[in-house]
């Protein structure tokens, strides 16, 4: 039986660690962290769990061809309960809010009626949505393989999404803002600032078209529930996994992996996967060049999206769960950038995530502060900027919410920094920003001049995210059982 090392216990890692110990190999899942999930996590505080990672999951749905490396991962299944909100996002303008539903068609009633001399680019949207709800994710054997169950990519369906891809090419050319600066009403432009301007149009229309479609739900449990479903997985198929445990160097010796070294020790394997974050561990896992063209590609050329990622637990209830993003009438400065508008994910509604009639609150601000971060550490600022911002924070909540005055509990903020100290991260980067002309990217993480050396992980395919983590690890796997003639399973 051949020994494979997964290095990184998140979705990647918890993927082709499944996947090769369902396909026979002895597989071993080395993690650094005290839990796996890498950036799939949510954490506790003085009560109250803050889900740091899913909002919306593509491959939810069944129907999608996804949504089977979920089920055979143990993420979802027949028992895993999926939440599909009516309304996806909303903002408050004069007054009113204005609502994204999951719907495209309730959607463009909705907003039709708040703004009539925008009817005509709102049925162009809807369009536009529809023409993109046949894309998703193909799921297909990488070529050479021998699989059980093999998957293939027909003719028939890359026919159907020709028109999708076209219209997709056409999109991709604008940004977030550029789409949404279309539209005459000032409230519909912000509601279509769902995603960065940072983005294409591409990303936010495809989103809108999986919600549309059934896809986007969100499991029960968020990231904690789901990523110990997939540990239980690879447990069950006799796997292990060694936590608090982190790798210094992956081995090689004559152009072939011999495995890997800890702070103590090495250990041998026949092949080893590394689903690190890819740009860090090229930098911190090889004593040599790899000489892979699409590795100096995803080093050199990739935007990465960093957030500073805030939670607040606050003893009473705020309602409506969703709460509509708001113009603050202080702005927020911070890491020198100034935030006029604000919004929260609102876990009210939720079980587990708060005690009874209180109110867990997240949001992410996107953006690379990571410079600035690193320097308040360095200079011992960093608790001080920390607390400024809580300090912000505090006063924009209780003046939309009047309730939550004297009742903050906890506001608890993971700045890139956090980010990059838990899961090794560059820049604690979770995902790749593809904007406006960017081309979306697709690698296959095989290295040629090493053997036995494959990588997985969000960085594989732009923009990245829990997909394509998923995916990758799934695509990884492929790759060694190709490599030492395994049948996929």
């Keep these: 039986m051949k020994k494979i090392i997964v290095v990184g216990a998140g979705i990647a890692g918890l993927s082709a660690a499944i996947y090769a110990r369902r396909s026979g190999f002895d597989v071993t899942l080395i993690e650094q962290h005290s839990i796996a999930g890498g950036m799939c996590t949510s954490w506790k505080r003085k009560g109250y769990l803050f889900e740091g990672a899913i909002h919306w999951l593509t491959g939810s749905n069944p129907k999608t061809e996804l949504y089977q490396l979920w089920k055979d991962t143990g993420a979802l299944g027949d028992n895993v309960n999926v939440i599909l909100n009516d309304v996806f996002y909303s903002v408050e303008h004069d007054g009113i809010v204005i609502n994204l539903y999951r719907d495209i068609d309730k959607t463009i009633k909705h907003l039709s009626e708040i703004s009539p001399n925008d009817k005509k680019l709102l049925r162009r949207l809807a369009s536009d949505v529809k023409t993109l709800s046949c894309m998703e994710m193909p799921v297909y054997d990488i070529k050479g393989v021998k699989a059980q169950n093999p998957k293939r990519m027909s003719l028939g369906s890359l026919f159907k999404m020709l028109p999708a891809l076209i219209k997709m090419g056409k999109l991709n050319n604008i940004s977030c803002g550029e789409y949404a600066d279309q539209f005459e009403h000032p409230g519909i432009r912000r509601l279509f600032l769902v995603l960065p301007d940072g983005y294409s149009a591409g990303s936010l229309i495809v989103t809108l078209a999986s919600l549309n479609s059934g896809d986007g739900g969100y499991p029960e449990g968020g990231s904690l529930a789901m990523t110990d479903r997939m540990v239980k997985t690879f447990k069950d198929l006799g796997g292990s996994i060694l936590f608090n445990t982190k790798v210094k160097k992956v081995n090689i010796k004559n152009g072939s992996v011999t495995g890997i070294m800890l702070d103590n020790k090495a250990l041998d394997a026949d092949a080893v996967i590394v689903t690190q974050e890819t740009i860090a561990a090229v930098n911190q896992l090889f004593d040599i060049p790899l000489n892979e063209d699409w590795l100096t590609d995803i080093c050199k050329n990739t935007k990465p999206a960093v957030c500073t990622f805030i939670g607040v637990g606050i003893s009473a209830e705020i309602l409506p769960a969703p709460v509509p993003s708001w ?106 920003i593809t904007g406006a002309g960017d081309k979306m990217k697709s690698h296959s993480g095989y290295c040629k001049n090493v053997s036995g050396l494959f990588f997985a992980g969000h960085r594989i395919m732009s923009p990245g995210g829990l997909p394509v983590a998923l995916f990758s690890g799934w695509q990884a796997a492929q790759m060694a059982c190709r490599q030492f003639n395994y049948v996929f399973t």
Aim: charged residues 25%.
């Design 327 to 432: 113009i603050l009438d202080e702005p927020i400065i911070f890491a020198g950038k100034t935030l006029t508008e604000i919004m929260f994910y609102n876990y009210v509604k939720y079980e587990g995530y708060a005690p009874e009639g209180f109110t867990s609150l997240t949001t992410a601000w996107i953006g690379d502060t990571y410079d600035f971060w690193k320097k308040a550490k360095e200079e011992g600022r960093y608790e001080e900027e920390k607390q400024n911002l809580a300090k912000q924070v505090s006063r924009a909540l209780c003046k939309k919410f009047p309730q939550a005055e004297g009742k903050i509990e906890v506001i608890d903020i993971a700045t890139p920094l956090t980010y990059e100290r838990y899961t090794g991260a560059y820049h604690g980067s979770w995902m790749s």
